[in-house]
């Protein structure tokens, strides 16, 4: 009775290891499939956004798309064949990043606050282009460019910036607009505090 006792706890004993050593092993390899997803964004967020190919991708998005084709009712596929490369460029490295966004392979923070300003200026341009495209092929064309930039209108970056509690200055030129909401008076305040 006491072998089988002792057989029982030699078997529970082994159980326990057996799972413990699996939900490490899940655990490292989440890991380090995260890691692996995280190089592939920053090599995203490095290298392709600084490519020559792609700030003359973006430049042409921004400043000489709608002047050259107007929308709307002008659709991605609709553009010639130079046009339609720097849209398709541009649009297919957000809607890569807003890939890896929905399928959770990278934190958000680091997309949102990377790209939030210059994915919301290049959607406000595409749009209208993305969405007769839409009209052709589906609703889900560059739906992922479309996630990312929701996200990023609904997580401004100065949100992040206080969520991440990044160091500012105090205070900057009045024409500016811009300070850190404290007032002079405050700022006396707790320097008189703090003495």
Excluded at 17 to 45: H, Y
Aim: hydrophobic letters at 45%; aromatic letters at 8%; proline letters at 4%.
């Amino acid at each position: 009775m006491i072998a089988d006792l002792a057989n029982v706890v030699a078997a529970c004993g082994s159980a326990i290891a057996v799972v413990v050593t699996v939900v490490f092993a899940l655990r490292q390899l989440r890991s380090a499939q995260t890691a692996n997803q995280t190089l592939v964004a920053i090599e995203l967020l490095t290298r392709d956004r600084s490519s020559d190919e792609f700030l003359r991708a973006e430049d042409f998005v921004l400043n000489e798309l709608t002047v050259r084709h107007p929308p709307p009712h002008v659709s991605v596929s609709d553009l010639p064949a130079e046009a339609r490369h720097h849209v398709v460029r541009l649009s297919l490295y957000y809607n890569g990043l807003g890939q890896m966004l929905a399928f959770a392979a990278v934190d958000p923070r680091l997309l949102v606050g990377t790209v939030s300003y210059r994915s919301r200026q290049a959607w406000r341009v595409l749009e209208p282009y993305i969405l007769a495209e839409r009209a052709q092929r589906g609703e889900t064309y560059l739906s992922h460019f479309e996630h990312l930039v929701h996200m990023a209108t609904h997580n401004p970056w100065a949100m992040a910036v206080r969520k991440f509690n990044l160091k500012r200055f105090g205070s900057y030129p009045a024409e500016l607009g811009m300070n850190d909401g404290s007032t002079d008076e405050s700022r006396r305040a707790s320097s008189v505090v703090g003495q």
